[in-house]
């Protein structure tokens, strides 16, 4: 399948190409990270996930338009229980060549073998801290060896594309040796991603947030390198070092121009289109993913509507837009 972005027919008003679809499957997390959900998720009985069916008229559309990679999140996007179902659904289509999940990795060990069956190509899991009790601090559940458990479990069925999300706070999870020796043997990318501030945890960002750019400086000053990007990558800096197995991933949205090369749009699981994490406004698809005659209809109003993409978010003014926490479209 070619890759090439001059397939995309998404294209916003600042030239950008969108390949890329971050699908959420659910609000619903069994965890409760002070960054996301502190106390939780708090059950509405009036949210309706997107179904099966709505999710496969959304990936044939998009996927029409262009999109070949599809990322799940949540919320916890495996506690679905036809996420197995989902997987199997959206390899069917040829168009997409990768299909990735973002999780907490609560079911990994279970479950990898037959999500991998069903067409799983790339996986991240986020692990906030190799210290158990600095873990279970920041997740609110002492799961940590279970889910280092079944990150091994993944590399040994062979999955090849394993990465794990920390996302960084001052104090807690910055120092850089427990990342370093965990991915000294271990042929997997680590990710630091900068904490970014919601509408509901102001007050945990001016506590907690610190600037990837310290980091990197430490590691480009201990010989680490960096790698070009490859096609439909994230918006990480990757960087390499001939002594370690690993790589060491930096995702820092506060950092100038960040935006400039954006290649995602994401979907919320209630069928909301949402051109950028910490927008303002959303799109909503739901009712024209009823039938596939509506086809045509869905992808005028998304080729439509893109062009409401703004440059940039307006983090640094601590604008955070209309979503409270990153459980509702999947960070």
Known sequence: MQNSLADSLLIDNYQRRFQYLRLSLTELCNFRC??????GYATNGHHKFLSLKE????????????VRKIRLTGG?????????????????NKSIVEIALTTNGSRLLKHIPEWKKAGLTSLNVSIDSFVPHIFQMITGENKLQHIIDGIDKSLSIGMNKVK?????MKGINDNLTPFLNWIKYYPIELRFIELMETGEGSEHFRKYHCSGSAMEQQLIEQGWQLLPSKPLAGPAKVYHHDDFMGKIGLIMPYSKNFCNNCNRLRVSSMGKLH????GDSAVDLRDLLQHESQSNLLKQRILTTLKIKPPTHYLHQHQTGINNNLASIGG
Do not use: A
């Not at 002070?34 to 106390?39: A, D, F, I, S, V």
């Not at 999710?55 to 262009?66: M, P, W």
């Not at 794990?164 to 960084?168: A, F, I, R, S």
């Open 164 to 168: 794990v999300n920390t996302v960084l």
């Open 76 to 92: 916890e996007p495996t506690l679905r229980r036809d996420f197995t179902d989902i997987l199997s659904l959206i390899s069917q």
């Open 275 to 278: 051109y950028c994490l910490f």
């Open 55 to 66: 999710i496969d008229h959304l990936v044939k559309t998009f996927s029409d338009l262009g």
């Open 34 to 39: 002070q960054y996301c959900l502190p106390e």
